[in-house]
């Protein structure tokens, strides 16, 4: 019994007072236990920033020759059943303000506006090509 009691304490005592032969003293440094670690998280690297993402914005620019409405421009726009009081032009594909001294052309109840006088007389000599083709001056 003496013999199984000392076996017992030498074993104890091998087993609390070194470490494993795999691992070495700095790893025995490392190793850390809720009570031995410091108590705020680990500081982290800041996440990568790409520097060049987009272009920079464009200056906002006021308009230098702002469009001014006549009292007929007014009205005829009153009378639009549709808002804002812009069209297309057919022939060429530009935006147009409508205006009342905007060229228009009436063809299966439907109103086209244009651009200028040459649009429109295009447009009337054919306009079941045009429509069917699509843009003629691009």
Not at 46 to 70: H, Q, R, S
């Amino acid at each position: 019994m003496r013999h199984a009691l000392a076996l017992g304490l030498v074993l104890l005592f091998a087993a609390c007072d070194s470490a494993p032969p795999s691992q070495t003293s700095a790893q025995r440094a490392e190793l850390r236990t809720i009570d031995s670690a410091p108590p705020r998280p680990a500081q982290l690297d800041p996440p990568p920033v790409l520097n060049d993402e987009a272009p920079p914005l464009k200056p906002k620019t006021v308009a230098e020759n702002p469009v001014v409405l006549t009292p007929e421009d007014e009205k005829l726009r009153a009378q639009l059943p549709f808002s804002p009081a812009i069209a297309m032009d057919p022939i060429d594909g530009s935006k147009i303000s409508i205006r009342a001294v905007t060229p228009t052309f009436e063809y299966k109840g439907k109103v086209y506006y244009f651009t200028n006088e040459a649009n429109k007389r295009t447009f009337a000599a054919n306009p079941d090509g045009i429509l069917k083709g699509g843009f003629t001056k691009l």
